[in-house]
């Protein structure tokens, strides 16, 4: 499995990004995935089921963020709005063992390696 993000940037408060996670080596429209921040911690921020009909936020992006997937280009994104300095840190997309999101991290057995982040005036 191979999942590559981009979109990171450096941006000012109020601003906005969207984060792509291009996915392959594996069949996409089987598995469940997530976004991920370190900042240092690492942090679950968004997931989506299989066939997208699911989702799930952190209380820390509720309402300002928006998971989607487009299983037909392999690719998952997230919609990132009104960013602020604290959603600073290294974003990375994440493939869960199933069709259904857990919020249990160890249930994420293949990642990428990051985008950053950066919230700054």
């Known amino acids: 499995e191979r999942l590559v993000e981009s979109g990171g940037a450096l941006v000012q408060p109020g601003g906005s990004l969207r984060l792509s996670c291009a996915a392959s080596?594996?069949?996409?429209?089987?598995?469940?995935m997530a976004w991920f921040r370190r900042a240092p911690e690492r942090e679950l921020l968004a997931a989506i089921s299989?066939?997208?009909?699911?989702?799930y936020y952190a209380d820390s992006v509720q309402g300002g963020f928006t998971i989607s997937r487009d299983n037909g280009l392999n690719t998952l994104y997230v919609q990132m709005d009104n960013l602020e300095e604290q959603d600073t840190g290294l974003y990375f997309c994440?493939?869960?063992?199933?069709?259904?999101?857990?919020?249990?991290?160890?249930?994420?057995?293949?990642w990428g390696q990051g985008t950053q982040v950066t919230v700054s005036s």
């Open positions: 994440a493939q869960s063992w199933g069709a259904m999101y857990s919020l249990a991290h160890y249930s994420y057995d293949s």
């Open positions: 299989a066939n997208g009909d699911k989702t």
């Open positions: 080596g594996f069949t996409f429209s089987l598995y469940a």
